[in-house]
């Protein structure tokens, strides 16, 4: 059976995604996925989303997304990067689809390399899936956003061309209007997905110009619907809590995201950002997660007036073609299409607008649409040109793009090999920003993480050298010396964080968790009330009062806070399964089990959950049931002697003398006086 040739570009496409992304299944949470999806209230809890403040949250879609992946996958992290691999494969296939549609409009449907546009369509997408710089975006799961973002701009911008294809080829309403219907949803998607998707109308208003014809009103008109999507964005911002006042009234802080840089130090340092994106999309080396980047603070210092010149050239270069060409179905409309494209969607991340990271390479992701139509346009053209006197061109065309799509994907899944571990990626940026202290923190947590804590603690010492007033460093290392059992010092530690960072309910909390471990409750208690009035969603220290509350024996009152701590967080496990030790202690044991199994749906793994519920079936005289739980237990921490002893103690009673004994003697064995004397008696 003959395969049609865009079914066989599409499996190569897909087959080439694949092939570079297979070694990123297992590649664990890394930089702050942790924040964005374990932690996140909106993806712990899918419900939340499901409120209209959840739904005017920004970036609520791909929020959506994240949620479902934990609601079915929990924190196994193979099912997020399946999801980030197929949003990657589909970007390509929408990609390859868009330019076929390019050259079926007015503006190019009698252009010269009509005939190759199946291959212009085939090489961009392939320059696309396989370049080294898109791994950011797909590795590093919460950069979901930016994936997703551009998912929904291709598919909206591909629609419209759909609609004014049809609206051209005068097809019934219910068709052609189906399409701009779809345009505009798959813009509101993006611009939930994402903010960077601002900038979508103007993509789509520069399609309607630059490939179609007719009434300039009637073309306006078509337009109008699409800008008024503009003000997806700015509401979504109000409903996320802030106000009119502070988005009208006050510019400033409505156009600057959690940094003091000056907007115009942020602009001149972003001319010289472009033009390395520019040199990463040609010569993809040297990538790192967290660039050592310099703020430049004038425009005439030589890097940026040097970068600003080259940009403007590019910039100038992609107008000049549309002024050569404005009268002729030439394909240097599309060359200049794809420049421009790249401009337009860095112009929300690289411009005034100052941003705490001047340079992050996922944000290449949806601009490096527009590099992949423009080079490999350009190269056909070029190659067009040269057929007349040199036949062969075409052939060494086709074969050095192949070439560079087989270097790309070999490069990329190389970059996917630093990704494979937190410890691995973080001495990668190490090695290439080594007076930068984020990369030593992120060395330093992710030995923590591996529980090498003298190690944790040197990584976070040398960022606290390189950066004093680094807060987030001094509570990390306050964090490894309670983990140690160095309480004082890690107090210490905290405190100076605090005093970086009085604001910050994390810090107050894990300094209540030092004070409450040396046992000084009342310190305790006035840190986590502190954390609480900072920030009133902050579940986890109701949930630490509540264990101070169960430690003192206040019971009732350690099971206010775990409630009051479910209502906000409902997915973690502890949560359900201290309040189900509570609910024990109290006598109520139906409202025990119901909380140990609501753990345990949560986290299958909750070894103390299993306990808790096993010992109260032991209580209950349900013994089958106890056992089956405690065997649960033990199959984690299989010589943990009191585990050993409840499941001996559930055996026994269950008349299963012999198994009674073996658990008894194990337990004895590791040092239970208990045990030894239970195999005492059972002798």
Not at 69 to 79: D, E, I
Not at 575 to 604: Q, T
Request: hydrophobic content about 50%.
């Amino acid at each position: 059976m003959a395969f049609s040739p865009m079914l066989l570009h599409a499996i190569l496409l897909i087959l080439c995604g694949l092939a570079v992304y297979s070694n990123t299944l297992h590649v664990p949470f890394q930089f702050d996925d942790p924040t964005n999806i374990a932690d996140k209230p909106v993806v712990r809890n899918i419900g939340l989303l499901g409120t209209w403040d959840g739904v005017m949250q920004p970036r609520s879609l791909t929020y959506f997304t994240l949620a479902m992946n934990y609601r079915l996958q929990g924190t196994t992290v193979t099912g997020y990067h399946i999801v980030n691999i197929l949003i990657h494969v589909t970007n390509a296939l929408l990609l390859y689809g868009f330019v076929i549609l390019i050259f079926r409009t007015p503006g190019l449907r009698q252009s010269p390399l009509k005939d190759h546009a199946g291959l212009i369509a085939l090489f961009s997408a392939l320059l696309f899936v396989s370049h080294p710089v898109q791994t950011q975006a797909v590795t590093y799961i919460v950069q979901r956003l930016a994936s997703l973002a551009a998912l929904f701009s291709l598919a909206a911008v591909s629609a419209y061309l759909k609609f004014r294809l049809a609206h051209e080829e005068r097809r019934s309403g219910v068709a052609r209007w189906g399409w701009y219907a779809a345009s505009l949803v798959a813009v509101a998607a993006a611009m939930k997905s994402k903010e960077t998707a601002f900038t979508l109308p103007f993509l789509i208003a520069l399609c309607e110009f630059l490939f179609f014809t007719g009434d300039i009103r009637k073309r306006a008109a078509l337009l109008l619907p699409f800008l008024i999507t503009l003000l997806i964005i700015p509401v979504s911002m109000l409903g996320a809590g802030g106000s009119l006042g502070e988005m009208v009234g006050d510019v400033s802080r409505a156009t600057r995201l959690e940094t003091n840089l000056p907007r115009m130090h942020y602009l001149f340092t972003e001319f010289r950002v472009i033009a390395t994106y520019v040199r990463l999309l040609f010569f993809p080396m040297n990538q790192n997660l967290d660039y050592d980047y310099p703020v430049f603070q004038s425009f005439f210092v030589p890097e940026v007036f040097i970068s600003f010149l080259f940009l403007a050239a590019l910039f100038g270069g992609a107008l000049y073609l549309l002024y050569r060409d404005r009268n002729s179905p030439a394909v240097a409309r599309l060359v200049a299409f794809g420049m421009l494209w790249f401009f337009i969607t860095l112009s929300v991340e690289s411009s005034v607008i100052p941003i705490a990271d001047v340079i992050f390479e996922h944000r290449l992701y949806l601009p490096s649409i527009g590099f992949a139509i423009a080079t490999t346009t350009a190269l056909f053209q070029a190659a067009g040109m040269l057929l007349k006197r040199r036949p062969w061109a075409k052939t060494a065309l086709l074969t050095a793009l192949t070439l560079v799509v087989i270097l790309f994907s070999g490069l990329a899944y190389a970059r996917n090999t630093v990704w494979r571990s937190e410890e691995s990626l973080w001495l990668d940026v190490i090695e290439k920003s080594p007076m930068k202290a984020r990369g030593y923190n992120g060395l330093g947590l992710a030995l923590l993480n591996k529980h090498a804590y003298d190690r944790a603690i040197e990584a976070f010492a040398r960022a606290m050298e390189l950066e004093p007033a680094y807060g987030t460093a001094f509570n990390n290392i306050g964090n490894a010396l309670y983990f140690t059992g160095r309480y004082d010092q890690a107090i210490e530690a905290q405190t100076r964080a605090i005093l970086l960072q009085p604001v910050n309910a994390v810090f107050l909390d894990n300094r209540g968790l030092s004070h409450a471990a040396r046992g000084d409750d009342e310190h305790a208690l006035e840190d986590y009330a502190r954390a609480i009035a900072l920030d009133p969603s902050y579940a986890k220290s109701y949930h630490n009062i509540g264990v101070l509350y169960h430690r003192r024996g206040l019971y009732q009152q350690a099971i206010e806070q775990y409630t009051k701590a479910i209502a906000l967080d409902p997915a973690t496990s502890a949560f359900h399964g201290n309040r189900g030790l509570a609910y024990a202690e109290l006598g109520e044991y139906e409202k025990s089990i119901a909380d140990f199994s609501k753990a345990l749906l949560l986290d299958p793994l909750n070894i103390q959950a299993h306990s808790g519920r096993g010992e109260v079936y032991i209580r209950e005289k349900r013994y089958d049931e106890a056992i089956a739980d405690l065997t649960e237990a033990l199959s984690a921490e299989p010589f943990n002697p009191p585990l050993l002893m409840l499941r001996g103690t559930a055996q026994e009673q269950a008349g299963r003398t012999i198994q009674a004994l073996a658990d008894f003697q194990l337990a004895c064995d590791k040092g239970d006086r208990q045990g030894c004397s239970a195999v005492k008696r059972l002798k």
